[in-house]
């Protein structure tokens, strides 16, 4: 019933900058929340940062001050600026929509997005 996709990857030097964006879309559903996810190789997945729609956000310790979450309620987007980037934060980000559908909460996943970075 959802659709989320995210934009926005590339190929940037370290210490360059990178905004990800991700938009939900569909009928039938509110957001209680929206993620960034990345999965490296050979690594699980780790949660980035969370906004919910509220606007309360949360950061892994390895990004803080460097990654800012925001949303725009309204267009059921979500934004990841990323600074000062290192080779480390080389991965798949994935966007992910914590939905209310009928009552019930659901996880919808985009389909990720490449983030190189270059030292």
């Known amino acids: 019933q959802v659709q989320v996709v995210e934009s926005g990857g590339g190929l940037v030097q370290a210490g360059g900058s990178l905004r990800l964006s991700c938009a939900a879309s569909g009928s039938g559903f509110s957001i209680n929340a929206m993620s960034w996810y990345r999965q490296a190789p050979g690594k699980q997945r780790e949660l980035v940062a969370t906004?919910?729609?509220?606007?309360?956000?949360n950061y892994a310790d390895s990004v803080k001050g460097r990654f800012t979450i925001s949303r725009d309620n309204a267009k059921n987007t979500v934004y990841l600026q990323m600074n000062s980037l290192k080779p480390e934060d080389t991965a798949v980000y994935y966007c992910n929509a914590r939905l209310i559908i009928l009552k019930a909460q659901y996880d919808s996943w985009g389909q990720g997005t490449q983030v190189t970075v270059s030292s």
């Open positions: 906004i919910t729609s509220g606007g309360s956000t």
